[in-house]
């Protein structure tokens, strides 16, 4: 296990991350308190939102704006309100 205060690791941070990367231990430390671990992370490990160009953010847009025009997209005021027409179409679903 390696440790080091954080005014050390500043002075090392990349040769840490390569050893945490490697598998060791990397504890960071505020005086003589550990605060933190490094821990190396793939991207399987993350969850991160896909972002969208610009364009596609214009064509998304103007899809919603052209399904609200039409009706078939159904904006609710609240939480109970979604609800509520849920409940009434599984209703109407179950008697037809």
């Known amino acids: 296990m390696i440790t080091r205060t954080l ?16 598998g060791e231990q990397v504890v960071l430390l505020r005086g003589s308190r550990p605060v933190v671990t490094l821990t190396p992370v793939t991207s399987d490990d993350l969850e991160l939102a ?9 064509r998304f847009w103007e ?19 979604l609800l509520g027409s849920a409940g009434r179409k599984g209703a109407r679903g179950k008697g037809e």
């Not at 005014?7 to 490697?22: F, G, K, P, T, Y």
């Not at 896909?50 to 214009?58: I, N």
């Open 7 to 22: 005014r050390e690791a500043r002075i090392s941070l990349n040769d840490l991350v390569r050893r945490a990367q490697a």
């Open 63 to 81: 899809g919603i704006g052209r399904e609200r025009r039409s009706g078939r997209l159904t904006s609710f005021s609240s939480g109970k309100a």
């Open 50 to 58: 896909p972002r969208l160009t610009d364009a596609q953010a214009v």
